[in-house]
Each structure stands twice: as C-alpha cells, then as structure tokens.
C-alpha cells in the first residue's frame, strides 16, 4: 500500500497569495525476504523442543558449508526424537562442589557419600530444565552448586551422542571451553583429583579433535 505525503506551499498568482497542495509520492519500501539456512532452522528447534542449545561454532561452520546430513558428525543434530546427551563435569565444577561440600560440612566431610552424588549426579540432568534431579537419590547439592554459579553450562561439557559401542561412545561438545571438538569416553576412563585434601574420581572425555578439521580434513 502506498504512502502519500502532503505538504502546503505558497504559490503567488497576480499578486495574490494562495496555497497550493501538492503531493509527494515516495518510493515504495521493498523488503527482501531473508533467507534462514535449514541449519539455523534446525538449531531453533532442538532449544525450543528439547533445551539443547547449539554453539555459536557449530552455526557458523554448518552454514558455511556444504556438509551431507549424512555425514556422522552433522547427522546427531538432525536425528528424530530427543538428543541423546551425556554430562561430564569441568575440573572447576569438581572443584566448586568439593569447595561447598567443606564449607557445608567441615570435619563431618564423608567422602563415599560426596563421591556417590557426584557419580550419580552426571547421570541425572535434565537437559530442556537445565538441572539436575533425580528421585532414587538426593543429589540436590549438585543443583545447588550448579545454581550458585548461575546455572551456566560451561561448567559442565554437555556431549551430543554420535555413536556408542559396548567399549565406549563419542561425543560432540556443546559446552565449556572444548566448543567445536568432539571426544570419546571410554569404559574406566576417569580422572583422579585432589582438592584441599579430598580426592575424587569422576569420568572424563579424551583423546579431542577439531570437528570441522576432521570434516574438512578427514585423511590427516
């Protein structure tokens, strides 16, 4: 629909001042419909659906180019169903939790109760709530830490399930500082640490590659 402008100027005529109205037809504003990639499409999706929230990493390298949905490293994120995501903590989660639990419990600190919530808590996160609870177990001290530092993801590695086998699986990594990588988590491989005199095990990923290097590069 058109827009008109009207404005009034004097025009003299013989002496006599009158005015004149006179329109002004500007040009009709043409928007270009933009064009969202399939990808970005996709990525709205998972977080409206199911909570999963897609790095800024992965957006930029999957529009970018041309990648078959077949590929074994893209597929996971077009798969039917709810993401299949594992949790692992960051060493600085590990840390903060160990720190609380001494705060909270000083010389009472019973360390195979610590040790059962921290193994049993990496399996009990709810991932569209971004929180972890569970009935069979309290673990409501892993939320409470979790919530003390603002619910951010980054302290944990949330991993996109690319396959599993019964020795193991690999993951894509949506959080913490390993974005744009994926791992394997293998059958006893975990970490040992020890933190102001407590130690603890918990499971870990390794052996990390670039994923858009092994897509790009996949005979290196």
Request: proline share 3%; charged share 30%; glycine share 6%.
């Amino acid at each position: 629909m058109k827009i008109f402008n009207f404005f009034k100027k004097k025009k003299v005529i013989q002496n006599k001042e009158v005015l004149v109205t006179v329109t002004s037809t500007p040009q009709e504003n043409i928007t270009e419909s933009k064009i969202i990639h399939p990808f970005i499409e996709r990525c709205e999706y998972l977080k409206e659906q199911f909570g999963l929230i897609v790095p800024e990493v992965y957006k930029s390298f999957f529009t970018h180019y041309t990648i078959e949905k077949s590929n074994g490293l893209y597929h996971p994120f077009w798969r039917d169903g709810d993401p299949y995501v594992e949790i692992f903590y960051t060493e600085k989660f590990i840390k903060y939790m160990i720190e609380r639990y001494l705060e909270l419990h000083g010389k009472d600190f019973d360390q195979t109760k610590f040790q059962e919530i921290v193994e049993e808590g990496k399996y009990e996160f709810i991932l569209k709530e971004n929180r972890f609870e569970t009935q069979h177990i309290d673990i409501s001290f892993v939320d409470q830490c979790y919530d003390e530092l603002d619910r951010n993801q980054d302290y944990l590695i949330i991993g996109l399930n690319i396959y599993a086998t019964c020795g193991g699986a690999e993951f894509l990594i949506l959080s913490s500082d390993k974005k744009g990588y994926f791992a394997g988590c293998y059958h006893g491989m975990e970490e040992e640490i020890e933190h102001q005199g407590i130690k603890i095990n918990y499971d870990i990923l390794n052996h990390y590659r670039l994923v858009s290097e092994e897509i790009l590069n996949p005979n290196k």
